[in-house]
């Protein structure tokens, strides 16, 4: 990964890849509302989140990207999703350019 310790701003830094168990993801009230507006399934989450192209550290939350999907998880609550996004800033879509090999 090109840009593993890599800090971008606000958004937080990339660190390794690894994904997380995501069996026991609790799901709050704020990412249930945004899953049914985006269409976007428990299943979906579950794979975005053990098999991510990249993982920000922000503050004390996780950022789960794939090509397609962001996903919020404060680990020390749960974990719990927090939000879901698919619609990536430009933030994103370099974070995502620069993690290719």
Do not use: C, W
Not at 24 to 42: F, P, V
Not at 51 to 73: A, C, D, F, I, M
């Amino acid at each position: 990964m090109g840009n593993l310790g890599k800090t971008y701003g606000k958004f937080g830094t990339v660190i390794e890849p690894a994904g997380a168990s995501a069996s026991n993801l609790e799901l709050s009230g704020h990412a249930e509302e945004r899953m049914r507006q985006r269409g976007i399934s428990k299943g979906t989450i579950r794979r975005a989140v053990e098999n991510p192209t990249v993982v920000v550290r922000q503050r004390n939350k996780r950022v789960y990207l794939t090509e397609r999907l962001g996903v919020v998880v404060d680990p020390e609550s749960g974990p719990r999703v927090v939000t879901v996004f698919d619609e990536f800033t430009d933030v994103v879509q370099q974070i995502l350019r620069e993690a290719q090999p």
